[in-house]
């Protein structure tokens, strides 16, 4: 070969060397696997390239660029696939949106044109996803039937009209026979405009603020009077010690009157000149220290007329002020009874239950009494309330109240813990006795006829008690009832458990 033509083709063979590395970077990246036969290639051609060796390299990577176009495509169609499903999902999430509605459809009409390559997918991808970012508010789920604003108020309305009703139950049980709120509760039963409603509101808002105020100012108003009371008593005392400074000064001074008369007679008696003399100095003596008494005489008798009049005003201030104080007495405790009294059954409440337990507590462990408790509560109450209205469950609760208190001893004690459950604390029984009893009050009150809306109704309730134990606390012996009172709903209701025995 001519030395010409050997250069020529030695200039092609290194043009060739260059493209192909400039080509296999190119192609860098579609998969680990081609990057390693590229970079093998271009070992190959580098420094004095070994063509022999790069031809058998060339040959593999055309397998496998082929194998990578067929997987390419492959991935290319699937992700076109996937992006028509996502615009359709799109496309029926806003069907009411005529606008997205159209650009949707442009968009579907490109993907399912055939792509020219993988950058007319990449640019299909740009598009989609602007659309999605565009129209993503049209997507977006609104608040699931929004109210409107008469829809609300009625709403309200409603709420308030419930909430006045529960209000009013509970104090009319207070005023039993206050006008205002019969005819309140009288217009409520047959339906309130909202004027009228509103106009209630403020009336019971009234009479409960009033109430709160009466009892507040009460303590205030007694200690006010009793104070001014006092302030009088004391005024007088201090009245009767100046008269009575005033009545010694007079004293003092009357009897330094007639000290004085009684000096200027001596000097008469040792100095007279005569019988005569004498006795005119002795009956002008006499006339004087006359006056002098009678004057002393008149203010002994204004005096004690002061004082007598002082001490009748006493009398009476203190009196009052031990009506007053009885009175007081008499409220406060009145108060006392009433904030420790269920309303609806008058039995004792809860606040007067955790006094009474702490004094059963002293007197069992300091005068060695036996002490039980125990829990009841009405069996399926919620029933009754369901099927017979919750009048007939009030009923139904003071009946029962009304029964167990009854039915207990005079020294034992019974509270509505509240709800349909109550506690009682039952002297001088032990373990066995407990049950007895126990047992006697369930019996006796699941044959109590009941009949509401001409049905006969049979309620029971379930009992848990248990007796107290050395060291135990108040909590602990109610913990220990309330679980044995668990047991008995557990066991089927209308039973007595008791730390020991089950009775039915
Ligand atoms: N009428 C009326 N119901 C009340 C009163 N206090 C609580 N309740 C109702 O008493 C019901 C008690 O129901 P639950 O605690 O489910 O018990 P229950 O139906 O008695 O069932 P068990 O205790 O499992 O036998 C609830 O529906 C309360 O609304 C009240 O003062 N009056």
Not at 184 to 212: F, H
Not at 354 to 378: C, H, M, Q, S, T
Not at 488 to 497: D, E, L, M, Q, T
């Amino acid at each position: 070969m001519e030395g010409k033509q050997l250069q020529s083709l030695k200039n092609h063979a290194e043009t060739l060397t260059r493209f192909i590395i400039r080509l296999t970077k190119f192609y860098e990246g579609l998969s680990s696997d081609i990057d390693n036969e590229l970079q093998t290639l271009r070992g190959h051609l580098a420094g004095s390239p070994n063509y022999t060796l790069a031809t058998v390299s060339i040959n593999k990577l055309g397998t496998k660029l082929q194998n990578a176009h067929a997987s390419t495509s492959e991935v290319v169609n699937k992700s076109i696939d996937d992006l028509e499903t996502d615009v359709k999902a799109f496309q029926q999430k806003v069907a009411q949106s005529s606008g997205v509605q159209q650009n949707a459809a442009q968009l579907l009409v490109k993907l399912n044109q055939p792509a020219q390559d993988l950058f007319a997918v990449l640019a299909l991808y740009r598009q989609a996803t602007r659309f999605f970012a565009v129209n993503a508010q049209a997507a977006s789920p609104k608040p699931a039937n929004p109210q409107s604003e008469p829809e609300k108020n009625a709403r309200h309305y409603h709420a308030i009209l419930d909430e006045l009703n529960l209000l009013i139950k509970n104090y009319a049980r207070k005023r039993p026979d206050d006008e205002q709120l019969l005819t309140i509760q009288a217009k409520l039963a047959q339906g309130m405009q909202e004027e009228e409603l509103l106009q209630s509101c403020v009336v019971i808002i009234r009479m409960i603020v009033q109430e709160a105020m009466s009892e507040a100012s009460l303590s205030g108003k007694v200690i006010q009077s009793l104070h001014k009371s006092l302030g009088q008593v004391s005024q007088n005392v201090s009245q009767t010690i100046d008269l009575s400074k005033a009545s010694f000064a007079t004293r003092k001074a009357s009897t330094a009157q007639m000290q004085a008369q009684l000096e200027t007679m001596e000097d008469a008696v040792n100095h007279s000149e005569s019988l005569e003399s004498l006795k005119r100095q002795a009956q002008q003596y006499v006339k004087n220290v006359s006056s002098t008494l009678s004057e002393r005489a008149q203010a002994e008798q204004d005096e004690q007329h002061e004082l007598l009049k002082l001490l009748a005003s006493m009398q009476g201030q203190l009196t009052r002020l031990q009506s007053q104080t009885q009175s007081y007495r008499k409220k406060l405790a009145e108060q006392i009874v009433s904030s420790q009294t269920d309303s609806l059954t008058r039995l004792p409440n809860r606040q007067a239950y955790n006094e009474r337990i702490e004094r059963a507590f002293a007197l069992a462990e300091n005068g060695n009494v036996k002490l039980a408790l125990a829990v009841a509560d009405i069996d399926l109450f919620k029933s009754i309330n369901d099927r017979f209205g919750h009048a007939a469950g009030d009923k139904t609760l003071q009946v029962v109240s009304r029964h167990l208190r009854k039915n207990l001893s005079k020294d034992d004690f019974i509270a509505r813990w509240g709800g349909e459950e109550f506690v009682m604390l039952l002297l001088g029984v032990d373990s066995s006795g407990l049950q007895k009893k126990l047992e006697a009050l369930r019996a006796s009150l699941a044959d109590i006829p009941f009949k509401f809306k001409q049905e006969k109704v049979i309620i029971s309730a379930s009992f848990g008690g248990t007796c107290l134990k050395a060291g135990d606390t108040p909590d602990e012996v109610f913990n220990r009832a309330d679980t044995n009172l668990y047991k008995a709903k557990r066991s089927g209701r209308n039973c007595v458990i008791t730390d020991q025995e089950t009775t039915l």
